[in-house]
C-alpha cells in the first residue's frame, strides 16, 4: 500500500537574490509547517513536474509565485483543472496568495488585479463570523498581523466559500470552502520579518513612484507568529486526518 504524504506545490519563485540567502518558497512552506513539512514532498509544478494524485495526497499546500493567476500560463491552468478532483477527494488543502487566488478560481470564483493596487508589507487583518469554530482560524484573536504582498486578488469568492478574515484593503484575506477541509490565505504565514523587509526593499523604486511611503513601510514591519500558525494548524489538521477518528 503507497503511503500518503503531504505534497508542497511550488509555483514560482521568489527574487534570486533572496533564494541564494534565504531559500525559496517550498523551503520557507517547509520550514513553517514544522516536523511535517519537513517530509513533505515539493512538487516543482511551474517547470512541468508531475502532479500528484489524490489517493497519494494526506494534505496539499501550493505556495506563491510572481506569476500572475490571469496569465493562464500552461501549468497553472493544469493546476486549477486538478484542484475540483482534490477537493471531492477531501484532501486537506491550503492555497497561499498565488494557491489562494488559484483554488477560488479554480472552483467557481473571480480572479483579477485589485482595484486598490498592490497591498504590501505588515498588516492587521480581523477576523469575520464565519472563522468562529474554523479549524484553522478558530483559535486565532479577532485582530492578527500578517505579512502580504500581492496585485491580484479574489475578486468574488467560490459560491460555497465562506469569508473568513478581511481588512480595509482586501476582503478576502482568508476563506474555507464549504465545510470542507480547503483553504486560501491572501496574506503570507511563510514569511519572516527577513523576507518581508526584503520584499519591500525589492520592490522600492517601484513603491516610490507609485508614491508609496518605503521608510514607513520598512518601520511597520514585524514578526507575525500568530498568521504563522496558519501552517502549524494545517499541519494538525493533515495529521488529524491520517491518523482518523478516535477510538
Not at 128 to 140: M, N, Q, T, Y
Request: aromatic share 8%; with cysteine; glycine share 10%.
Amino acid at each position: 500500500m503507497k503511503m500518503k504524504r503531504l505534497h508542497i506545490i511550488k509555483v514560482g519563485s521568489t527574487y534570486a537574490s533572496i533564494a541564494r540567502r534565504y531559500g525559496d518558497f517550498d523551503a520557507w512552506t517547509a520550514a513553517a509547517l514544522g516536523p511535517l513539512g519537513t517530509e513533505a514532498r515539493v512538487v516543482d509544478a511551474e517547470h512541468g513536474a508531475a502532479l500528484p494524485a489524490a489517493e497519494d495526497c494526506s494534505g496539499v499546500v501550493i505556495t506563491g509565485s510572481h506569476a500572475m493567476v490571469t496569465d493562464d500560463l500552461p501549468w497553472s491552468t493544469g493546476i486549477e483543472r486538478w484542484i475540483p478532483p482534490l477537493i471531492e477527494a477531501g484532501v486537506p488543502v491550503l492555497g497561499i496568495c498565488y494557491g489562494h487566488q488559484l483554488l477560488a478560481r479554480a472552483m467557481g470564483g473571480r480572479v483579477g488585479y485589485h482595484p486598490l493596487g498592490e497591498e504590501i508589507g505588515t498588516v492587521e487583518i480581523n477576523l469575520l463570523d464565519g472563522s468562529a469554530g474554523d479549524p484553522l482560524f478558530g483559535s486565532f484573536p479577532p485582530l492578527f498581523f500578517a505579512h502580504a504582498a500581492h496585485s491580484q486578488t479574489v475578486l468574488s469568492l467560490p459560491p460555497n466559500a465562506t469569508p473568513l478574515a478581511a481588512n480595509a484593503h482586501e476582503p478576502h484575506h482568508a476563506f474555507r470552502l464549504g465545510d470542507s477541509c480547503a483553504w486560501g490565505v491572501q496574506f503570507h504565514p511563510e514569511y519572516d520579518e527577513t523576507i518581508m523587509r526584503l520584499y519591500i526593499m525589492a520592490q522600492s523604486g517601484e513603491l516610490m513612484k507609485e508614491g508609496r511611503d518605503v521608510l514607513e513601510l520598512m518601520v511597520e514591519v514585524s514578526e507575525t507568529p500568530v498568521a504563522a500558525k496558519t501552517l502549524t494548524n494545517f499541519a494538525r489538521i493533515v495529521q488529524e486526518q491520517e491518523a482518523g477518528p478516535a477510538r
